[in-house]
């Protein structure tokens, strides 16, 4: 049983930095391509970025420069460090891997999700 389980997220005022952290039970995450999507209020989810299971890395234009993704193999881990954080990245952010073959940027490639963290970016 894959689980994913995100934390890191809280309260922070905007030009902050988070790191949010993925850690993944039940499989490794070597060669495995790993995503963030984020959902805002009444909004859908959205894709934020993806660690490449062969390397490399894919972010959403608004994340680009501000947002990195990055592994810990030792643990299993994935990360999302953010910084200059605005109010209008307040969201509810998920890790998830990727198993279908539709576009990597597609909730519908990815199994397996965490349950999500709260990110709340105040003005």
């Known amino acids: 049983q894959v689980q994913l389980r995100e934390s890191g997220g809280g309260l922070v005022q905007a030009g902050d930095s988070l790191r949010l952290a993925c850690e993944v039970s039940?499989?490794?995450?070597?060669?495995?391509?790993m995503a963030w999507f984020r959902q805002a209020p009444g909004k859908g989810r959205e894709f934020v970025g993806l660690?490449?299971?062969?390397?490399?890395?894919d972010y959403a234009d608004f994340a680009y420069a501000r947002f990195a993704i990055t592994r810990d193999y030792a643990k299993n881990t994935l990360y999302l460090q953010m910084r200059n954080l605005k109010p209008e990245d307040t969201a509810v952010y998920y890790c998830?891997?990727?198993?279908?073959?539709?576009?990597?940027?597609?909730?519908?490639?990815?199994?397996?999700w965490g349950q999500g963290t709260q990110v709340t970016v105040s003005s």
């Open positions: 998830a891997r990727r198993y279908g073959s539709e576009s990597a940027r597609s909730p519908e490639a990815y199994d397996y």
């Open positions: 039940g499989r490794t995450i070597s060669s495995t391509t």
């Open positions: 660690s490449w299971g062969g390397g490399g890395a």
